[in-house]
């Protein structure tokens, strides 16, 4: 469940519009028992991140596959078109998705919604 601070209008967004992509700023738990996006979160140094769990193991790059897999689907694109950009190994992660940044914010605000 998202932080209450989350849900405010004026709270810190876990991405950023560039002129072609959108940068996301993930915190993944692999095995989490399911695929799914459980909304934004407020870590303890005030920086948003979108809580993830993927039900693959953190072995061999199986969970970074499985929460590339997971964002793509969620926001109707290919799987190409999502990328680890940092923290192959860490929790909290920084991914690359190409495409309209307007476009992604609306279909992020979305998915976070719906949690």
Sequence with gaps: MASPAASEPSAPR?????????RLAVRLTPRGGRDAIDGIDILSDGKAV????V???PSEGEANAALLALL???L???RQA????????ARIKL???AGDAAALEARLEAACAAR
């Design 14 to 22: 876990p991405w950023t519009a560039t002129a072609d992509s959108l």
């Design 82 to 89: 999502v990328a680890l950009a940092a923290g192959a190994t």
């Design 55 to 57: 039900r693959a193991a």
């Design 50 to 53: 979108l809580k993830v769990r």
């Design 72 to 74: 793509a689907r969620e």
């Design 95 to 97: 991914l690359a998705i």
């Design 76 to 78: 109707g694109l290919s």
